[in-house]
C-alpha cells in the first residue's frame, strides 16, 4: 500500500490538460458491448476503473487492446456469461453492463455493485425500466439475474431524476421492437456522450440532454470511432485547486459549459475566472475571499462530486458559508478528516457549516471515498507542513496522473511506500 505525501503551502502556476470523463467512460465501455463489430473509443483516462472494466469485457469474450488512453473493442464473440462475483463488484459503474448484456443477450446475471460508499444509491429506477421494457428481474444471492423473451419498447417515467437508470434504460431499448420514451430523463453531459456513441453505432435517439429521451428501437448495432467528452468533475477539481493554492492556473481540454454552476460560485466568492473555447484561466490569491453558500443539484446545479473539494477551498474565505447536499446523505466523511487539519467545520443534517479563514495545518488523513480523497488533496496544497494521505486506491478510481498533473504545476507532492505498523494503523483506524 501507499501514501500521499503533499508539502503545502506552495503557490501553484502553470496548466492542467483534463483527462477523458470517468463517469462517461464506464458506461460508454459496457456500450460496445451492443455493437456487431468493433469499436474504438478515444481519450479515455488511465484510473482503476477503466481497467476494471477492459477486463470484464474479457471476461465475457471480447477481444479488448487499451494503450495511450484509446481503447478497441471488438465485440463479435462475446457471450451472455454470469457474473456474479470478483472484479463486477469492485465498481459501482458495473450496474450498466445489465443494461447493455440484456439489450444485446436478452439476459444477463451481475453481481450487486460496489464503489464508494456513499449511502444508499438504489437500483430500482433501473430495475423499474427493465421490466417496463419486458424483462423478468430477480435478486438472488446478491446478484440481479435479468431474462426477456424480447424487449419492447415503453413509456418509462423515472420516479427519481438518476443518470445510471437514464443511461441503463438507453442501453436496453436500442435493439428493443418500437418506441422507448424515459420521461424526467436525467440530462448530464455524459448521457449526452453515451448517446453519441450508440447513434454513431446505428441506434435511434432524439432528445438526450433533455427531461424526454425518445429511442427508436433498431435490429442491429455496428462499430464506430468515438471520442470522450473531457471530465467535467476532474476540470472542477482542478479549478478548485486553483482557486484555493493557485496564483494563476489554466484548465486544458474543459467544455466551459458543463462547469458553470462552479463558475458562477468560484466568482461569488471573487476569484477570477476567464474562459475561451476549451480552456479556463484561474487567477487565485485573492487577500479576501467571500463566504458563499452551496448547494448540490442535478445538472446543470452544482454537482455533488465537487462539493467536498469545495468545502475544503471554502476554509479560506472571510466568515461563514453553508454546503448543502440534497443527493447523496452520506457525502461528509471528508470532514472530520478536515477537523484534524484545524478546519471549523460542523455538520448538521445535510448541511456543513464552514467557519472560514482557518490556516490548515499538514496532517495524517485517510480519503473514505473518490472526492473525499480529492477534497484531502485541495487541503492538503492549502495547508501548512506535511499532510499525509492514505485510502489512495479511492483517488485511483477517478484521477489519472494525478502527482504529476499538479507536480507539473509545482506542487510538492509524491507517493511513499508504507510500512506494515502504519498498513495495520489504517486498516484499524
Not at 484561466?281 to 445538472?299: F, H, N, R, S
Amino acid at each position: 500500500m501507499e501514501k500521499l505525501k503533499i508539502a503545502g503551502g506552495e503557490p501553484l502556476k502553470g496548466s492542467v490538460t483534463i483527462s477523458g470523463a470517468k463517469n462517461s467512460a464506464v458506461a460508454l465501455i459496457p456500450a460496445t458491448i451492443l455493437a456487431e463489430s468493433s469499436v474504438v473509443i478515444e481519450g479515455l483516462p488511465d484510473i482503476s476503473d477503466v481497467h476494471i472494466l477492459k477486463d470484464l469485457l474479457e471476461e465475457v469474450g471480447g477481444k479488448v487492446d487499451f494503450q495511450n488512453g484509446e481503447m478497441h473493442v471488438q465485440p463479435e464473440n462475446m457471450i451472455s456469461m454470469p457474473l456474479p462475483n470478483g472484479k463486477v463488484k469492485k465498481l459501482r459503474a458495473s450496474y450498466y453492463l445489465m443494461g447493455a448484456m440484456l439489450g444485446r443477450f436478452k439476459k444477463a446475471v451481475i453481481g450487486l455493485p460496489g464503489g464508494c460508499h456513499l449511502g444508499p444509491r438504489p437500483i430500482d429506477q433501473h430495475i423499474k425500466g427493465f421490466e417496463a421494457l419486458g424483462a423478468q428481474v430477480t435478486n438472488e444471492q446478491g446478484a440481479i439475474y435479468l431474462r426477456a423473451e424480447e424487449l419492447k419498447g415503453a413509456r418509462i417515467y423515472l420516479d427519481v431524476v438518476s443518470v445510471g437508470a437514464t443511461i441503463n434504460i438507453m442501453l436496453a431499448a436500442v435493439l428493443a421492437k418500437g418506441r422507448t420514451v424515459i420521461e424526467n430523463a436525467a440530462k448530464e453531459p455524459e448521457i449526452v456522450d453515451v448517446a453519441t456513441l450508440l447513434t454513431s453505432m446505428g441506434a435511434r435517439i432524439k432528445g438526450a440532454g433533455t427531461d424526454v429521451i425518445r429511442i427508436d428501437g433498431v435490429e442491429k448495432l455496428h462499430g464506430c470511432r468515438h471520442t470522450i467528452i473531457p471530465d467535467r468533475i476532474e476540470a472542477g477539481t482542478y479549478m478548485i485547486i486553483g482557486a484555493a493554492a493557485g496564483k494563476e492556473v489554466l484548465i486544458d481540454n474543459v467544455i466551459p459549459l458543463h462547469m458553470e454552476s462552479l463558475i458562477a460560485k468560484l466568482r461569488e466568492t471573487g476569484v477570477h475566472v476567464e474562459t475561451s473555447n476549451d480552456q479556463i484561466w484561474i487567477v487565485g490569491g485573492q487577500k479576501e475571499l467571500k463566504p458563499v453558500d452551496v448547494k448540490t443539484l442535478v445538472y446543470p446545479g452544482f454537482p455533488t462530486d465537487l462539493q467536498q473539494p469545495f468545502t475544503s477551498f471554502l476554509t479560506k474565505a472571510n466568515g461563514t458559508s453553508v454546503v448543502t447536499d440534497t443527493i447523496y446523505s452520506a457525502r461528509f466523511k471528508h470532514i472530520d478528516e478536515l477537523r484534524r487539519m484545524g478546519a471549523n467545520i460542523k455538520v448538521e443534517g445535510r448541511s456543513a457549516i464552514v467557519s472560514g479563514s482557518a490556516n490548515l495545518q499538514g496532517a495524517k488523513v485517510k480519503a473514505s471515498d473518490l472526492r473525499a480523497g480529492a477534497a484531502l488533496v485541495t487541503a492538503g496544497l492549502m495547508a501548512d507542513g506535511i499532510t499525509e494521505v492514505t485510502g489512495l486506491e479511492h483517488i485511483d478510481r477517478g484521477y489519472s496522473d494525478l502527482e504529476k498533473k499538479l507536480t507539473n504545476m509545482g506542487a510538492s507532492i509524491w507517493r511513499e511506500k508504507m510500512s506494515a505498523h502504519e498498513i495495520e494503523q489504517v486498516e484499524n483506524s
